[in-house]
C-alpha cells in the first residue's frame, strides 16, 4: 500500500516544511546506514590520539594552564571529530550526487535555495553533534570531563557544526570529482584545526604566531568548547562567539547565492 500524500498544508506556504523535513531526513539516514564509518571510527581515532598523547608523551603528567593535559586535551579532540564530520556530510552527499547524475532529482523538486541549504547543513550538524555526544560517552572511561558552562559548550557545539557544514556545502558545489575535494580537506581544514590549538595552548607560541593564530576561526571554536568544560580560555570569549556568528551569516550567504545562481548545478 502506497504511502498517503501529504496534507496540503505541508506544502504550500512560505516554506515546503515536507520537502525541506523529507530531504533533512534523507541526509541523515545517509550517515546513519553506515555509522561504523561516520560515528565509530572517529571515535576509534580519537581515542589513539588520547592514548598517543597520555602513554607515549607523558600527557597523563602534564599541566595546561592549571588544567590536566588529558582534560585540556579531550575538549580539542572531541571538537576536532565534530568539525570533519559536520564538513563531511554535505560535501560527500553533493559531490557523489553530481558525479552520478541524481543531483538533478533534487534539482526538480519544489525546494527553494534556502531549504535545500537548510536540508543539507541540518544534516551536517546533527552528524557533528551526534559524534560529539558519542565521544564525551566513550572517552569517559579514560578521562573524566562534563561541561562546566552549559552555554558555551552547547554553542560552540552548535556554531562549529553549522560553519563546517556550510564550508561542506560550499565545497560539494565547487567540486566536481573526488581530487577536489581531497585538496579542500587536506590544505584547509585539516592544517586550519591542527593549528588551532587542539593540542597545545596557543599562549606558549611566540607573539607573532599567537597573534597569527587568533585569526584563526578554528581557534575560537575549539577555545570556547574547551571553555565549556575546562572554565580557562586562550582567548576572548566574546570575539570568538562574533567570530563564529559572523563566519556563519557570511557562508550562508555565500552559499544562499551560489544555490540560486545554480553554481556548478545547472547547465
Known amino acids: 500500500m502506497s504511502a498517503p500524500p501529504p496534507s496540503p498544508h505541508l506544502i504550500t506556504g512560505a516554506v515546503n516544511w515536507y520537502g525541506l523535513w523529507t530531504l533533512y531526513l534523507k541526509e541523515v539516514w545517509r550517515f546513519l546506514k553506515v555509522p561504523a564509518q561516520t560515528l565509530l571510527a572517529p571515535a576509534a581515532t580519537t581515542l589513539l590520539f ?13 599541566v595546561v594552564g592549571g588544567v590536566p593535559f588529558l582534560e585540556f586535551l579531550a575538549p580539542g579532540l572531541i571538537m576536532m571529530a565534530i568539525i570533519q564530520a559536520a564538513f563531511a556530510n554535505p560535501a560527500s ?27 543539507y547543513v541540518g544534516g551536517g550538524m546533527t552528524r557533528g553533534v551526534l559524534t560529539g555526544l558519542l565521544l564525551l560517552v566513550v572517552i569517559q572511561p579514560f578521562v573524566s570531563i562534563a561541561p562546566l558552562h552549559l552555554g558555551f559548550f552547547l554553542f560552540h557545539a552548535l556554531a562549529a557544526s553549522m560553519m563546517l557544514a556550510l564550508l561542506g556545502l560550499l565545497g560539494g558545489l565547487w567540486a566536481e570529482k573526488f581530487d577536489h575535494m581531497a585538496a579542500v580537506t587536506n590544505f584547509v581544514i585539516t592544517p586550519f584545526a591542527f593549528l588551532s590549538g587542539t593540542f597545545y595552548s596557543v599562549k606558549n607560541l611566540p607573539g607573532v604566531w599567537y597573534g597569527v593564530s587568533q585569526f ?3 581557534f575560537y571554536m575549539i577555545d570556547g568548547f574547551r571553555y565549556g568544560f575546562t572554565g580557562a580560555a586562550d582567548g576572548s570569549l566574546a570575539v570568538g562567539v562574533a567570530v563564529l556568528t559572523g563566519m556563519n551569516v557570511a557562508l550562508w550567504l555565500v552559499c544562499h547565492r551560489l544555490l540560486v545562481t545554480g553554481y556548478r548545478l545547472k547547465p
Open 50 to 62: 588520547l592514548a598517543v598523547f597520555a602513554l607515549a608523551l607523558g600527557g597523563a603528567t602534564r
Open 93 to 119: 552527499s553533493l559531490l557523489m550526487g553530481k558525479i552520478q547524475g541524481n543531483i538533478v532529482d533534487l534539482l526538480m523538486a519544489p525546494l527553494s535555495p534556502g531549504e535545500f541549504a537548510l536540508a
Open 216 to 218: 584563526n576561526p578554528f
